[in-house]
């Protein structure tokens, strides 16, 4: 999916609690990869008593380096591309399911400004990645307005949202 939204899809108050709950009724063991977000997903899901449960573990990485180093997110992808695209958003999220053995992994990467990153891209401009063993990787592109720690807070809200779904959960 790759399809752009104008929002991060829900507000602060998201039920990070429902998707602890719906992550461990299921029997999934959950995975974050991070950079623009920086570890802020993991740190929200963990904030739910129980969390240790189904919180396999977050990675932030924030340079190319540590993508391909961490993440095996292919180096060439980020030569080319750099790090916000729908193809390293999937590996980001490929890459957190295997490190942590995860079942569902969700990917932050893009651009919380101010002003576009050495490439060009708009800040606001955020790909969510999402991994679910046994299926391929998918990315959504979602376009947010704010300064930097909002353009974050709503990357997160967006990560917590896709993992919302994945859950079945709205």
Same mark, same amino acid.
């Given at each position: 999916m790759t399809t752009p939204r104008t929002d991060a899809g829900t507000g602060p108050g998201a039920d990070v609690a429902a998707v602890i709950a719906a992550a461990r009724a299921q029997g999934v063991q959950l995975a974050t990869a991070e950079s623009l977000t920086a570890g802020a997903v993991v740190a929200r899901l963990v904030d739910v008593?129980? $969390?240790? +449960?189904?919180? #396999?573990?977050?990675? +932030?990485?924030?340079?190319? &380096? $540590?993508?391909? /180093?961490?993440?095996?997110?292919?180096? !060439?992808?980020l030569s080319a *591309?750099? $790090?916000?695209? !729908?193809?390293?958003? *999937?590996?980001?999220a490929a890459g957190a399911l295997e490190l942590f053995a995860a079942d569902l992994a969700v990917a932050?990467?893009?651009? +919380?400004?101010? %002003?576009a990153d050495e490439r060009g891209v708009? &800040? %606001?401009t955020v790909?969510?990645?999402? #991994? *679910?063993r046994g299926s391929a990787p998918v990315a959504e592109l979602v376009m947010l307005d704010g300064d930097r720690p909002?353009? /974050?807070? #709503? $990357?997160?809200?967006?990560?917590i949202a896709a993992l919302a779904g994945a859950l079945g959960l709205g």
């Open positions: 008593p129980g $969390a240790s +449960a189904v919180v #396999a573990g977050g990675a +932030a990485t924030y340079s190319y &380096a $540590a993508k391909s /180093r961490v993440l095996t997110v292919d180096p !060439a992808e *591309r750099g $790090a916000v695209s !729908a193809e390293v958003a *999937r590996e980001m932050t990467t893009g651009v +919380a400004g101010p %002003g708009e &800040a %606001g790909w969510i990645g999402l #991994a *679910r909002t353009v /974050r807070a #709503a $990357a997160v809200d967006a990560a």
